[in-house]
């Protein structure tokens, strides 16, 4: 085959060798020089593919039937995998998931960043691979998303769904019975909300036209048991609000914390809406140890709002926590920046180990948690600044508050700006921890900081088991 001459939309490859996991969950196999990415595909399994999408230098193909499974595939515990975007790996046995999590992280900082023979440590396992997450959101729709069994079954199917959204389909959810990524309380109440709405005919949000009162719902969960439920109305119609949170409570007094917001605007973003308090507490509290070692009683607690970040995995939290403070080495007369610092939860877990710690945040409810939670902890050596970083940490700054001699950074998975890469080495301190959760924005700042920083190691963290996605810690020592 030379090209894509002999590849056609829905033409079938038959019993190809799939060689490697990569990206986005995908496999790939190379015929006659052409690479193939395939959806459904385990490294090792010989299938046959049909044809999705025929590009110049690669084509697009679905795995349709397999002549000898790989002795990585496993069966899918969940009806919904394949369908939903949420868990790709589910398929391929958890050993596997970590070997190509390792891979990933190795290509990004020798393809990417550039970097020669990087000190990668053994990636960390989630002890849990499933009930793990402490979030999720889940969006309504008056257009479900019917499965291609569903449709060959002839049968009619409610439309209204409540769900998560179709992988590159903004304007479509599919509807989720079971779900295995949190306590199974959260199916409860999710489909109940859906029952209760059904019931009373509320409407179920239009994704094109943009109406409907019901829009989403976020479940939050901590280690000792409390739940805050935030439910997203369209529309501020009181009567049926207070239906339908009134019921919710009655059936489940597990939640603690019963809050809703009204966004009548065209994107489902609401940092910049007032949330209400229906019931109980505006927030929910989480705890973590805070020792040496894991015998050690000492704890931390951490106030947990409705637009706080706190990382999803709870325990797998605590893990990449430690392994953040142990990088920095602290001998307790350094000052250490914490950019990005959410909640603060980095900065009150290392702050026993530190003359002083300052958080830098960009969202303000996040910094008030921070402050909140230091107080609560009775922690007197943190300070936190609400602002965008690229603005707010100026050389002005720095005199003011002090150059530090340890900056921890965990950005989103964008990575960190430009600006905030070329003011660290400005700042030059001695040490760089960098958390990541996104190995490819990491390695592209970690080359521009390579200038003035030697990568000493790396340390993958498991957070998210079944998908493709990764933690990474670096260790940056400044040159000379």
Aim: aromatic residues 8%; proline residues 4%; glycine residues 6%.
């Amino acid at each position: 085959m030379e090209g894509t001459e002999k590849l056609k939309r829905g033409s079938i490859l038959e019993e190809i060798e799939i060689a490697e996991a990569v990206s986005e969950g995908k496999t790939i196999a190379r015929v006659d020089n052409m690479v193939i990415f395939i959806a459904g595909g385990v490294p090792g399994d010989i299938a046959d593919l049909r044809i999705e999408k025929v590009k110049s230098s690669f084509a697009e193909a679905r795995v349709v039937k397999i002549h000898k499974p790989s002795s990585h595939r496993i069966t899918p515990f969940c009806a919904h995998f394949g369908t939903c975007g949420g868990c790709t790996w589910q398929h391929m046995t958890y050993a596997m998931q970590l070997q190509y999590k390792q891979k990933q992280v190795e290509d990004a900082l020798i393809r990417l960043g550039k970097i020669e023979s990087p000190v990668i440590l053994p990636i960390i396992p989630s002890e849990k691979t499933r009930h793990y997450r402490n979030r999720l959101d889940f969006a309504f729709s008056n257009k479900r998303w019917l499965t291609t069994d569903e449709i060959a079954s002839g049968e009619q199917f409610e439309p209204n769904a409540l769900g998560f959204h179709v992988p590159k389909r903004f304007d479509k959810i599919l509807d989720i019975g079971k779900c295995f990524l949190m306590d199974d309380l959260h199916n409860e109440i999710r489909l109940a909300i859906k029952e209760i709405c059904l019931q009373h005919g509320f409407s179920f949000y239009d994704q094109i036209s943009q109406q409907g009162f019901m829009r989403n719902i976020v479940l939050r969960k901590t280690g000792s048991g409390e739940w805050m439920l935030l439910v997203i109305f369209q529309s501020n119609e009181k009567e049926k609000i207070n239906l339908l949170l009134t019921e919710v409570g009655n059936r489940f007094p597990q939640i603690t914390s019963l809050l809703y917001i009204i966004n009548p605007k065209r994107n489902d973003t609401f940092f910049d809406l007032p949330v209400n308090v229906f019931s109980g507490k505006d927030h929910i509290t989480e705890e973590m140890p805070s020792g040496e070692n894991d015998s050690d009683p000492a704890r931390l607690k951490f106030r947990i709002s409705a637009k706080s970040f706190y990382q999803t995995n709870s325990e797998q939290a605590y893990t990449l926590y430690k392994v953040t403070r142990e990088f920095a080495a602290l001998t307790g007369s350094e000052l250490v920046y914490d950019l990005y610092t959410g909640t603060g939860t980095i900065a009150q877990f290392i702050s026993k180990k530190a003359k002083k710690v300052i958080g830098i945040e960009q969202t303000p409810d996040a910094i008030e948690d921070a402050k909140a939670n230091s107080k609560r902890n009775g922690i007197t050596n943190t300070e936190f600044f609400a602002g965008d970083i690229k603005d707010l940490l100026t050389s002005e700054f720095v005199k003011l508050h002090g150059k530090p001699d340890v900056i921890i950074t965990d950005p989103p998975r964008a990575g960190m700006h430009e600006q905030v890469v070329n003011r660290l080495i400005e700042i030059a301190p001695k040490r760089i921890i960098y958390v990541s959760c996104n190995p490819a924005t990491q390695a592209r700042d970690l080359a521009m900081l390579s200038s003035h920083y030697e990568l000493v190691k790396v340390q993958p963290v498991d957070m998210f088991p079944h998908t493709v996605h990764v933690e990474n810690v670096a260790l940056l020592a400044l040159k000379n």
